[in-house]
């Protein structure tokens, strides 16, 4: 059977790139297409794959521009390819419209991990849309790709509400794969708490930063970014209780949970969230706004706690509840089991059918 799967694009690595992974583990012998390709993405998270078998736009120099200009032109490109020697397509989308391929014989899957959020109003337009009035085209021929289509799964049920609201179609939610380590490492003194995260303006990070920075508790914020005007403001927080340790290899991930009190998420209407569900797995109880995909995975006072108002106050007020909470490390570690890679598999393999 051949296989193809059609991502956004590989120009930082964050949970679509987790279900990236999982989807080639499921297919080894597929083909990969993808607006554009970091190479140190691929040489760090997919060194195992072939070159050969990844494609990409044939427009190199676009691959550092706007995303806005990306995102304009990547319906167009991508109606260009032809797939119809494959067997079955798995498209793995959020802003950058890979799921608007052209398919006619294959069986196509549409994986939604977003619908384009600036282009339906879910969150402040690109500069660009200020200027060229391609918003309007962009939605119709969005809403157009995912009507003609039976086989869409969502990551969520939020993800699922919103694609029946916008769009108008039906989904199945199957979450995305969650790694589990074989077993957990607790220290016995906590030291810090944890964020782990793309360092994007979407996530929200200054929030914890100025609660961190005002209760005088330590926070390590591990990740990496790409838009390095953010980069630069978010640098700035540094202080002796906030610290960016940068990106922080799957094999070291471990021992910086261990000491942890808790992971902070302070993204708001979040579409799923991988990265919650990971500290579980290592243990770590879940700080989060009450919104989005974490309403369906986050239990209060038995894998977290929530805050409802999006200010400082109210993290804040939450971080208190939390440290005055006794969480249980090995209930934590069994309820991230039903987010790992094996249901995930199971639930995708049963609903293509092969």
């Known amino acids: 059977?051949?296989?193809?799967?059609?991502?956004d694009s590989l120009l930082e690595f964050g949970g679509a790139e987790r279900v990236l992974q999982s989807l080639l583990k499921m297919y080894p012998n597929a083909d990969l297409y993808t607006s554009f390709a970091d190479n140190s993405i691929l040489n760090m998270f997919f060194s195992n794959f072939p070159r050969n078998r990844i494609h990409t736009f044939p427009f190199p120099f676009l691959s550092r521009s706007k995303t806005s200009i990306i995102q304009m032109i990547s319906p167009f490109i991508w109606k260009q390819y032809s797939f119809e020697k494959y067997d079955i397509v798995i498209s793995s989308s959020s802003a950058l419209f890979s799921n608007s391929i052209k398919v006619v014989r294959p069986k196509h899957i549409q994986y939604i991990h977003s619908i384009p959020k600036n282009i339906f109003g879910l969150s402040p337009q690109k500069r660009l849309q200020k200027y060229i009035p391609y918003t309007n085209y962009l939605r119709k021929f969005y809403i157009s790709s995912t009507q003609g289509n039976t086989n869409i799964v969502a990551n969520s049920c939020y993800t699922q509400q919103i694609l029946f609201k916008k769009c108008l179609v039906q989904s199945t939610v199957i979450y995305p794969p969650v790694r589990i380590p074989k077993n957990i490492i607790i220290k016995s003194i906590p030291k810090y708490f944890l964020i782990v995260s793309?360092?994007?303006?979407?996530?929200?990070?200054?929030?914890?930063?100025?609660?961190?920075?005002?209760?005088?508790?330590?926070?390590?914020?591990?990740?990496?970014?790409?838009?390095?005007?953010?980069?630069?403001?978010?640098?700035?927080?540094?202080?002796?209780?906030?610290?960016?340790?940068?990106?922080?290899?799957?094999?070291?991930?471990?021992?910086?949970?261990?000491?942890?009190?808790?992971?902070?998420?302070?993204?708001?209407?979040?579409?799923?969230?991988?990265?919650?569900?990971?500290?579980?797995?290592?243990?770590?109880?879940?700080?989060?706004?009450?919104?989005?995909?974490?309403?369906?995975?986050?239990?209060?006072?038995?894998?977290?706690?929530?805050?409802?108002?999006?200010?400082?106050?109210?993290?804040?007020?939450?971080?208190?509840?939390?440290?005055?909470?006794?969480?249980?490390?090995?209930?934590?570690?069994?309820?991230?089991?039903?987010?790992?890679?094996?249901?995930?598999?199971?639930?995708?393999?049963?609903?293509?059918?092969?």
């Open 1 to 7: 059977m051949k296989c193809a799967i059609i991502h």
């Open 198 to 354: 793309r360092l994007d303006r979407t996530k929200g990070l200054e929030l914890a930063i100025h609660a961190a920075t005002k209760m005088k508790i330590f926070l390590k914020i591990a990740g990496k970014g790409i838009d390095k005007a953010y980069l630069k403001e978010l640098y700035q927080y540094t202080n002796k209780y906030v610290e960016f340790i940068g990106f922080v290899p799957e094999s070291d991930l471990g021992k910086l949970y261990s000491s942890s009190y808790a992971f902070i998420m302070t993204a708001k209407n979040e579409d799923f969230g991988i990265a919650p569900i990971e500290a579980m797995a290592h243990g770590i109880p879940v700080i989060a706004h009450y919104s989005g995909g974490l309403k369906e995975t986050i239990i209060p006072s038995k894998t977290g706690v929530f805050f409802y108002e999006y200010s400082t106050k109210a993290l804040s007020h939450a971080i208190n509840i939390l440290l005055k909470t006794s969480f249980d490390h090995n209930t934590l570690y069994r309820y991230s089991k039903k987010f790992g890679y094996n249901t995930f598999s199971r639930k995708l393999f049963h609903f293509i059918g092969y």
